[in-house]
C-alpha cells in the first residue's frame, strides 16, 4: 500500500478562471472532455493502492462517460470482494479528492450488494450502466459492468414505473429547458439527464437514440462546458447574464441565437423521450417490437380522427385525393381534447399532404383553432408535437419569428412561444367571466406578436394580430376588437398599480380607451391570464386587489358616468391626541403633527421591520399630517404589530435615532447599472403631476427619493410603488402645476441623485 504518510499527488489542474479567450476555449469539446478523463484517470490511479487484489476503483456518472465538464464532480464505486480493511483503504482514496476541493459522490460495495441495489433502485441501476474501470482489479470492475448491464436488460421493463415517475418529478421542479430563459442544462426536460435516461432505455433494447440526439447532446456537453467556464466553478443554470460569456467561448455570434440553439437541442432530446415513452407503453401493453403483428382496436374521437394503440391516427375516410384543409387543425384539437398524443406517421402524413389554409380559414379551422387554444392542460403537449412537425408554421407563418424567441426583461421565464401558448393556457380558466371566451383565447394567444420587432410592442403588434385575426376569418368588427386587446393588454395591470384609482381623472381616462363593458373584461382576463403566463414576479394577490377596484369603477364610469369621490381620511386619524398610529392588515397609517420628513420618516421605519410598500397616500387635514400605506412583507412572515406601532409612534414624534441605522445603510445604497429615468406625465392626474422613477431596484430606494423629494420642497400627495423583478417603476403624485422647466430639472436632478 502506499505510504499514508506521503503528500498525496496534485489532482489535474483546473482551467484558471479569468483566463484568456482562447486558452479557454481549449477546455471545450469532445476531445477536451477525453483529455479531463484520461488526466483524471491517472490521478485516481496513483491514490489507489498498488499490489492490491479484490479491489477495484470505478467511474461512474460523467466520468465514467467521460464526458465530465470542467468543474464536475466524481461519481465513484469502490468494489471488492469482502476485503479486510476495506474503510481503511477508502477513506485513503476519498481524502485526498475532498482535499483537492473535488466534489465527490462515492459508494464502497461488493459485487452483490451493487447489484442488489441497482436491481430495486433505477438510478443505481441507470448510473452503473455508465461504469468504468479505472484502478485496481480489473477482472472484479469487468465482473460489475457485465452483470450490471445484464441485470438492466433483465429488470427494465419492471423498473420503468418507477424511472417514468423520477423522470416526471424532476421535469415538474426544473421545467422543460426548450422554454425556459435560463433553464438547467442537466436536469431540466430536454437536457442532459435525459440523455442518460435514453442512452438506458437503448440498453435495453426499447429505442434506439438517434443522430439527431447524439448531436444535440454533444452542443449541450458543450454548452455546459463553456458555462463551467465562464462562471469558474461548478454551475448547470444558463442564467441570463451568462449568457454572453458562453456565446462567446462557443463562438455564437448573439447570445440570443446561443439561446435558441439550446432551445432546439432541447426539443430534440425531449420528443425523443416522448418517442421513448410510447415504445416503452407499448411493450408493457404486450405488443413488443418485431413480435406478431396485431390489430388493435380503433375507438373514433372526432371527425376524420380515431384512437388506434394509445395515439391519434386519421381514419381511413380522411385520406382522400383532396384532404380538408382543416384537418391538421382539427388533429390537434382532438389530440388536446381528450390528451392523447398523435401518432408520428399521422404527424409526418399532416406535414407532407394536408392543403395549406385558404384565406380567410374555413369555419372548421377556426372553430379547430378556437378549440385547441381552449383545451387546457392538454394544449401544451399537442401544439408541440405540432411545432415539432412544422405544422404551427403553416397555420402560422409568423410562427417562425417568434419560435425560442428570448424576452430580455427578468420577470420572464419563458421563451416569447411558449409565453404565448401558456398564455392561452392560462385564459381558459377566465373564460367564463367574459362574454366572448374565443376572442379571448386568441387574444391571449396573439398578445405579444409584435414582441421581437422594433419599437413598443404592443402597438406594433396590434395590426400584425389583427392581420392573422383577418385570415382565419374572424368578422371586421371582432378583428378590431382583437387589434385593441392587443393594443391595451398592458393598460389594467399599468394603471392599476402605476396610478392613484381614488383620481377621477384616471378612471375616466381608461374607460375612454377601452371604450365599453365587454371589452374591459376580456383585458381584465386577459391581464390576469398574461400576468400568470409570465412567471411569479409578474403576480401578487395586491396587484390583483388593484386590477379589480379599477375595472369596478371603469364599470361604474361607463354604465353611469360616476367617478370615483376623492378619498377622506379614516375618522379614528383625524381626532385625539397626536400621534395615532393604525395597523390593519396591511394598511399601515401614521397621522402627526403637519411637517416635512414624515413620509420618508414612516418609509425607513417600514423597512426597518422588513414591510415593502405598494401604495402610499398622504393629505393635511386640520394641520394633522396623514400617511397612509399598502405594504407587504418581504419575506412572507407578518410584523410584530407591537413593535411596529411603538416605532412609528416614535418616528411620528420626530425620533429619528428609531430609524438612523436604515437612513445610513439606505443613503449608502445603490442601484444596479443602468441609469435610472424619471418621465414626466403632466396629464393624467385631476390636481397632481406625476412623475415617474424607472431604477434598479435597490435597499432603502423609497425611502432615499421620498427624501429627496421633501428636502427639494415636493409635496408627496400619493405614490404608487410597483416593482418587477430587479426594476421599479415608482409613480410620486406632487401636488401644484409643476410648469416650471427649472423647477422640474432641479426635483428631477436631486431623484436621480438620491437613485
Known amino acids: 500500500m502506499t505510504n499514508p504518510l506521503s503528500e498525496p499527488p496534485a489532482p489535474p489542474a483546473r482551467p484558471a478562471a479569468g483566463g484568456s479567450l482562447d486558452k479557454l476555449k481549449e477546455h471545450i469539446g469532445a476531445a477536451a472532455r477525453e483529455e479531463r478523463a484520461a488526466a483524471l484517470d491517472a490521478w485516481l490511479r496513483t491514490l489507489f493502492p498498488a499490489h492490491l487484489s479484490g479491489v477495484s476503483l470505478i467511474a461512474v456518472g460523467g466520468l465514467g462517460r467521460r464526458d465530465c465538464a470542467p468543474y464536475s464532480d466524481l461519481d465513484l464505486v469502490l468494489l471488492h470482494n469482502g476485503t479486510a480493511g476495506i474503510d481503511r483503504i477508502a477513506s485513503s482514496l476519498w481524502y485526498p479528492i475532498w482535499d483537492a476541493r473535488l466534489g465527490l459522490d462515492h459508494s464502497v460495495r461488493t459485487l452483490p450488494e451493487a447489484l ?24 472484479l470492475s469487468g465482473e460489475l459492468i457485465a452483470a450490471a448491464g445484464d441485470q438492466w436488460r433483465r429488470t427494465a421493463v419492471r423498473l420503468m414505473p418507477q424511472l417514468r415517475e423520477l423522470t416526471t418529478t424532476r421535469w415538474t421542479t426544473h421545467g422543460e429547458l426548450a422554454f425556459l430563459l435560463e433553464g438547467e442544462l442537466k436536469e431540466a426536460a430536454g437536457g442532459l439527464r435525459d440523455v442518460t435516461l435514453l442512452r ?79 415504445a416503452i407503453d407499448r411493450l408493457r401493453s404486450g405488443r413488443r417490437r418485431g413480435g406478431p403483428p396485431a390489430t388493435p382496436a380503433r375507438r373514433p374521437i372526432a371527425r376524420d380522427v380515431v384512437e388506434q394503440d394509445g395515439e391519434l391516427v386519421l381514419a381511413r375516410t380522411a385520406i382522400g385525393p383532396v384532404p380538408d384543409p382543416s384537418l391538421s387543425l382539427r388533429v390537434a384539437a382532438a389530440a388536446a381534447t381528450v390528451q392523447l398524443p398523435i401518432a408520428r406517421a399521422t404527424c409526418e402524413w399532416l406535414a407532407a ?77 377566465f373564460t367564463r367571466e367574459v362574454d366572448r371566451p374565443d376572442l379571448l383565447l386568441l387574444g391571449a394567444f396573439l398578445h405579444d406578436v409584435g414582441k421581437g420587432l422594433p419599437g413598443d410592442h404592443s402597438i406594433v403588434g396590434a395590426p400584425i394580430a389583427a392581420e392573422i385575426a383577418a385570415r382565419i376569418g374572424l368578422p371586421a368588427a371582432e378583428v378590431a376588437t382583437i387589434e385593441k386587446m392587443v393594443r391595451l393588454h398592458l393598460l389594467l395591470p399599468d394603471v392599476a398599480t402605476r396610478r392613484d384609482l381614488s383620481d377621477p381623472k384616471t378612471i375616466s381616462a381608461v374607460a375612454g380607451a377601452v371604450g365599453d363593458a365587454a371589452t374591459l373584461d376580456l383585458l381584465h382576463a386577459l391581464a390576469r391570464a398574461d400576468s400568470h403566463a409570465t412567471g411569479p414576479a409578474a403576480w401578487s394577490d395586491w396587484k390583483g386587489r388593484l386590477m379589480a377596484e379599477l375595472v369596478a369603477k371603469v364599470h361604474t364610469a361607463l354604465d353611469s358616468g360616476a367617478l370615483p369621490e376623492p378619498p377622506r381620511p379614516d375618522p379614528e386619524l383625524l381626532d ?48 394633522r399630517a396623514i400617511v397612509e400605506f399598502y405594504t407587504s412583507p418581504r419575506y412572507g412572515s407578518p410584523y410584530d404589530p407591537v413593535a411596529l406601532a411603538a416605532d412609528l409612534r416614535r418616528v411620528a414624534s420626530g425620533d429619528v435615532s428609531v430609524t438612523q441605522r436604515v437612513r445610513a445603510r439606505a443613503m449608502s445604497a445603490r442601484g444596479g447599472t443602468a441609469s435610472p429615468r424619471v418621465v414626466w406625465q403632466r396629464d393624467v392626474a385631476t390636481d397632481a403631476v406625476v412623475l415617474e422613477l424607472r431604477a434598479a431596484d435597490s435597499p432603502g430606494l423609497l425611502y432615499r427619493v421620498t427624501t429627496a423629494l421633501d428636502e427639494a420642497g415636493a409635496e408627496i400627495r400619493a405614490a404608487r410603488i410597483s416593482t418587477l423583478g430587479s426594476d421599479v417603476v415608482d409613480a410620486f403624485y406632487l401636488v401644484g402645476a409643476w410648469s416650471d422647466a427649472a423647477d422640474r430639472t432641479r426635483v428631477e436632478a436631486a431623484v436621480l441623485a438620491a437613485v
Open 116 to 139: 442488489s441495489v441497482a436491481h430495486d433502485d433505477v438510478k443505481v441501476s441507470l448510473g452503473l450502466l455508465d461504469a468504468r474501470h479505472v484502478a485496481g482489479d480489473a477482472a
Open 200 to 278: 438506458g432505455i437503448g440498453r435495453a433494447g426499447i429505442a434506439d437514440m438517434r443522430p439527431a440526439v447524439r448531436a444535440a447532446y454533444l452542443r449541450l456537453l458543450d454548452t455546459r462546458d463553456a458555462l463551467h467556464l465562464a462562471v469558474g466553478r461548478r454551475v448547470d443554470r444558463l442564467v441570463a447574464q451568462e449568457r454572453k460569456a458562453v456565446a462567446d467561448l462557443l463562438e455564437i455570434d448573439d447570445p440570443d441565437n446561443l439561446l435558441r440553439r439550446v432551445a432546439g437541442d432541447a426539443r430534440t432530446v425531449a420528443h425523443a423521450v416522448d418517442d421513448a415513452w410510447r
Open 353 to 429: 399532404f394536408c392543403p395549406p389554409l385558404p384565406t380567410p380559414w374555413p369555419p372548421a379551422a377556426r372553430a379547430a383553432l378556437v378549440s385547441l387554444l381552449g383545451s387546457g392542460s392538454g394544449l401544451l403537449a399537442a401544439w408541440e408535437t405540432c411545432d415539432r412537425y412544422g405544422l404551427i408554421d403553416a397555420w402560422l407563418p409568423e410562427w417562425a419569428r417568434m419560435r425560442s424567441l428570448p424576452q430580455h426583461h427578468p420577470i420572464h421565464r419563458y421563451t416569447l412561444d411558449r409565453h404565448l401558448v401558456q398564455a392561452a393556457y392560462e385564459a381558459t380558466r
Open 576 to 623: 385625539g391626541g397626536l400621534p395615532v398610529v393604525h395597523l390593519d392588515g396591511d394598511r399601515v397609517a401614521v397621522a402627526a403633527a403637519d411637517r416635512r420628513g414624515l413620509l420618508a420618516g414612516v418609509t425607513a421605519c417600514l423597512t426597518m421591520h422588513r414591510l415593502d410598500v405598494v401604495a402610499a397616500n398622504t393629505s393635511t387635514v386640520d394641520g
